[in-house]
């Protein structure tokens, strides 16, 4: 009987450490991704209404810059655009409107939420694995890069049917 109490409290004691770090880990990604620090370089060609796009997420641990790359791709997409290279062409942000994330912050706060609805647009393109060319140290940095695809024409009928981007057929 003693033995199966030290027992489940070591299983517990684990399970809490478990999911305080996980929490932790989380706290960490969000921090990260409130500053949006990251670059976006187009990398070929994807399917029509897609781009396939290297983005470059930096964080203190890896594995945070990895996990944060999918949400930085479609931030990107949605406010930075990217400049094309040789055969890629560059695209603009699908707004133009430089305060919207401020004027829509409620929105975007649920939309890039861990799990939020912005996952629904974008695909790591390689399953997660960095090669060895794309994990770089900048300072007390990690720089990863890595390659997804954004579903940009699903993601502009998101927002315009959520009122956030103007429609283009709407007129100027």
Known sequence: MKRTIQIQ???????IGFTLNVAGQNRKAD?????WIYEIEPVGVGTQGSYLIKVWSYSKK????LDQAQKNAVHGIIFRGFLGISGVPG???????PNLEVEQAEFFKNFFA???????F???????AVSAEDRL??????KIGVIVSVNVAGLRKD???????RGLSSGF
């Open 159 to 165: 927002l315009e049917d959520a009122g956030i981007l």
């Open 62 to 65: 890896p594995q945070v810059a």
């Open 114 to 120: 861990n799990g939020g609805k912005y996952m629904k």
């Open 9 to 15: 409290s070591l299983l517990l004691a684990f399970f």
């Open 31 to 35: 921090k990260d991704t409130k500053n």
């Open 91 to 97: 695209q603009r942000p699908l707004t133009n409107n």
């Open 122 to 128: 974008v695909n790591v393109t390689n399953d997660g």
């Open 137 to 142: 140290k900048v300072g007390k940095e990690f």
